[in-house]
């Protein structure tokens, strides 16, 4: 079972209705046994990266000491940029730091927030693309970015006047900047082959 943690900000709803469009179960839930239990963790979201690691509130060391041993997990959008060191957004927070990198603004320059569906080329090493071919669009909602120095993790990206890294990969811990709940049959097949991640590796 999938658990998206319900932590109060926008969009994970729509996330468990993905899951569901496609049959794969998930729940919605911020309950200390569910996550313990839970074949992989969601991390989805619509807000500032403040007010979301906040909302996390004392599930935050719970997801760490999990995800620490092995357990799957997904970030979404801001759930995505949660997943690295710390973020400028607002100023200066600490994020989860699984990843090593920082969010910062995207460039002066380009359109902010950069909105809408823009092309991700997809390396052939990256779990969550698997099937998916070379490249493909997703939809896209954000003002902030990450800024990446972690290299033991694989990144996915898409042109945005400079290489915006759009997906992460790194052992157990995957993210997406791009909607894949937002991104029609190419960001189910992401969400799909993520629960095939976690039922794998709950066999």
């Known amino acids: 079972m999938i658990v ?3 932590y109060d900000v ?3 709803k729509s996330v468990c209705n993905a899951f569901d469009y496609i049959g794969c179960k998930s729940t919605l839930s911020r309950e200390i046994q569910d996550i313990e ?3 992989g963790l969601v991390l989805p979201g619509v807000a500032a990266f403040g007010y979301a690691m906040n909302a996390l509130g004392d599930l935050t060391e719970l997801i760490k000491t999990v995800v620490n041993n092995g357990k799957p997990i997904l970030g979404i959008c801001v759930g995505y940029q949660l ?3 710390r973020s400028c957004e607002h100023g200066d927070n600490e994020g989860l730091g699984f990843i090593k990198g920082n969010v910062v603004n995207i460039p002066q320059g ?4 950069h909105m809408g569906w823009n092309s991700v080329e997809l390396p052939e090493d990256m779990d969550l693309f698997e099937g998916l071919g070379k490249a493909k669009h997703f939809y896209f909602a954000h003002s902030y970015y990450s800024l990446v120095s972690d290299t033991n993790a694989k990144f996915a990206f898409t042109d945005y006047g400079f290489e915006l890294p759009a997906a992460v990969q790194k052992a157990n811990v995957y993210g997406t900047q791009f909607h894949p709940e937002k991104s029609g049959p190419n960001g189910l097949a992401v969400l799909k082959n993520f629960y095939n991640i976690c ?3 709950n066999a």
């Open 4 to 6: 998206v943690i319900d």
């Open 10 to 12: 926008g969009n994970v």
């Open 37 to 39: 239990y839970a074949s």
């Open 83 to 85: 997943l690295f060191d």
């Open 110 to 113: 380009r359109t902010i927030p």
């Open 199 to 201: 039922e794998k590796g």
